[in-house]
């Protein structure tokens, strides 16, 4: 069996963690020398989310010159989210209504986005379900289209129920200001520049959504909301009145692999840097830069959106009491059977190291007594009995050495002491065989 010698395993701990620590070391530092490249997947130009992740990007570069952002105009919430579930994207801007796939993160909510319909001034159509076989300005692809699906199934109203009219948001516009289009629908938050200059022609007016809290209990992404009167025009007003209306967030994920400095970074940009993103956007766009006051910490406890990115929750979680202080009475109790176990281990070894010590002495004194035996024999038959008893001495520590009951070391010392024996008695055997002159 092999033998246990615990000095040796003691070094060999040591030197293993101490690998272990130079190589987390060497990969710490590479980690943090290394440029991160993020590819944010961010919408339209001219929508919100892509001027925020402009501004976003800005200040991430600022403050942290080792990540780079590469901004990517895209069609809108679908593509994003496809562009992060493939890889092509380790961040994307989206609706909260559009189930994410399973490698999307959330990072943060941005700002809150309103479904906001509208129809010419002078059309007779009042309500969601005189649209029935209308044409509605919307692409086919997209969150948004997905969303405007939801809410006419609350109504009992199917895809085949209308005729859709453009490819993009922009040729949606232009086929409802040309009149090819009896209605237009919008996620946007309130305010959009877009659908301020469709208000600004004064040939539209807004429709109502209602039944948010109803539609919640199927969408628990839904929430209830109003387009406020005025909120597009003072003078007259537009809307005339309060609308009801569904809101849903517009939010920040990052795909499960994406780097958790980088992530935690982009995090601490968005809450803790706002009046530089701020201004970072355009003055004229006041609406959006205030849209900035409404991003936050996703709150996760409804379990309708995906977990916090792991450098996401290492930003928000950087107040909290480390796990040493929040469990402080635990730790100690640990620590302190630790110490009482390492004490008792540490005089276990003592009491060994004194064991085999006694041992090792005891097989020392035996051989120089041997010695001095040898040294005084007047016949070589005395001689060969002596010798005997060395080999017997050798055998019994052999036997010890390999139980633990002797150090290697102490019976490499006994070993040199023997030798010592073993040529005294070839010595004297020497002697004895040389006659004595006459």
């Not at 003072?234 to 009145?241: E, H, I, R």
Request: proline share 5%; glycine share 6%.
């Amino acid at each position: 069996m092999p033998r246990l010698d615990l000095n040796k395993a003691v070094l060999a701990a040591v030197l293993v963690a101490s690998v272990c620590l130079i190589v987390g070391l060497a990969v710490a530092v590479w980690q943090s020398s290394k440029t991160q490249e993020l590819t944010l997947a961010a919408g339209a130009p001219s929508g919100e989310s892509y001027l925020i992740g402009n501004a976003l990007k800005k200040i991430v570069e600022r403050h942290y010159p080792k990540i780079h952002i590469n901004l990517l105009e895209t069609g809108g919430t679908a593509e994003n989210l496809q562009m992060l579930e493939d890889g092509r994207a380790q961040l994307a801007t989206a609706q909260a209504d559009i189930a994410p796939g399973r490698h999307a993160k959330s990072v943060a909510v941005l700002y809150d986005d309103a479904f906001q319909l509208l129809a010419p001034v002078d059309s007779p159509v009042q309500r969601i379900v005189d649209l029935r076989g209308k044409r509605i300005a919307l692409a086919q692809t997209g969150g948004q289209f997905q969303s405007f699906l939801r809410v006419a199934e609350h109504f009992g109203l199917h895809e085949t129920d209308f005729q859709f009219v453009g490819s993009t948001d922009a040729d949606a516009d232009t086929a409802f200001l040309s009149g090819h289009a009896d209605a237009i629908f919008r996620v946007r938050a309130i305010g959009n520049p877009s659908i301020r200059r469709l208000v600004q022609t004064g040939k539209v007016r807004f429709l109502p959504i209602e039944h948010a809290s109803a539609m919640k209990i199927n969408h628990p992404a839904f929430e209830p909301a109003v387009v406020p009167e005025g909120a597009y025009m003072g003078n007259p007003p537009v809307p005339a009145q309060d609308l009801p209306t569904v809101a849903v967030h517009r939010t920040l994920l990052a795909r499960d692999t994406a780097n958790e400095t980088a992530i935690r970074a982009v995090a601490e940009a968005l809450i803790e840097r706002r009046q530089e993103l701020m201004q970072e956007i355009p003055a004229q766009l006041t609406e959006v830069r205030l849209l900035l006051v409404q991003t936050r910490q996703p709150d996760l406890r409804a379990g309708t959106g995906p977990a916090l990115h792991a450098g996401a929750r290492d930003f928000y979680e950087k107040d909290k009491p480390s796990f040493l202080l929040a469990h402080a009475d635990y730790v100690g109790l640990v620590m302190t059977v630790a110490l009482m176990v390492g004490s008792w281990l540490w005089e276990l070894k003592r009491w060994i190291e004194r064991q085999q010590k006694n041992t090792a002495d005891q097989y020392r004194n035996r051989v120089v007594t041997l010695i001095t035996a040898a040294q005084n024999v007047r016949s070589e038959h005395e001689l060969e009995g002596l010798s005997r008893d060395l080999l017997a001495v050798l055998g019994e520590a052999v036997r010890d050495l390999d139980s633990d009951k002797m150090s290697e070391e102490s019976f490499n010392s006994f070993r040199a002491i023997l030798q010592i024996a073993m040529e005294v008695a070839r010595d004297r055997r020497t002697a004895l065989s040389v006659p004595y002159p006459s």
